[in-house]
């Protein structure tokens, strides 16, 4: 597996595709700031911040199994062929992880509300998934986890927001963790009265890791999925009401992570 070293810890704040790809090859993650976010995905910010009142209306997570409420949460899924430029929404679908990658809450079949269909279908949100895809499929490698890339990602979206409603709220509950795909894409979409919720990345085999505070909204980490892995820490309350929201993207090749078949 390629060593990982992080000679570009700071967020890029122009960056085209090719770029963004070299420094994921480079070191196993990226920081985008919210301009070469924009840039990336051949979008104006302006159409990108407008996707955020679709974060107003997201149902409780109900699979907490801390008892937490502090999790309100969407999911879809599409199917991305990076040859041909074809990306598709498909049938709503339960989310699932094994327990390798999430002791938690892996495991289970989830069953969340489909994405908010203005947003499923805004064309600023489909080719911000397409772009990225684009990015990720310049810096696929081997890995001795994940099948092979063909040229199709396999691709689902959680638009999350963390409360502060109970005093804390948990990003990432589950702890420092992988989530079994090649590549994730996590940008802050927006960050209202809260301390706390540093992003911290580590080599997946070895003692090296980064910690920074996503603040800027529609910035963005860019994630090699295999050679690292990343967690948030809990955030608190800097006044009467607080979020944290955040759009969650995973890349996987050859399918959608699924239960075994019987």
Known sequence: MMSVTFPHPDALQRADSQRAASCLREQGFVRLSAAALAEIAGTPSEALQALGTSWRELPA??????????????????????????????????????????????????????????MAASPAFLALVARLGEVFAAAAHDTPTEPAFDG???????????????????????????????????????????????TRVFEAEGPHGVRFTLDEPWSALLLDDPRVIHESTPIQPDGDRGWRDTLVLTYRAGGFQDPPSA
């Open 61 to 118: 997570d109900e699979h907490l199994k801390d008892g937490g409420r502090y999790r309100r949460r969407r999911h879809g899924s599409l199917v991305q062929d990076t040859r041909t430029g074809r990306l598709e929404t498909v049938p709503h679908r339960p989310h699932w992880q094994p327990t390798t990658y999430n002791a938690l809450h892996g495991g289970m079949l989830r069953h969340f509300a489909p994405l908010d269909p203005a």
């Open 152 to 198: 199709r990602w396999f691709i689902e979206a959680h638009p999350f927001r963390i409360n502060t409603t109970g005093g804390v709220g948990r990003p990432t509950p589950e702890g420092a963790h992988r989530d079994g795909v090649n590549f994730v894409a996590v940008v802050l979409v927006d960050r209202q009265g809260v301390r706390g919720g540093e």
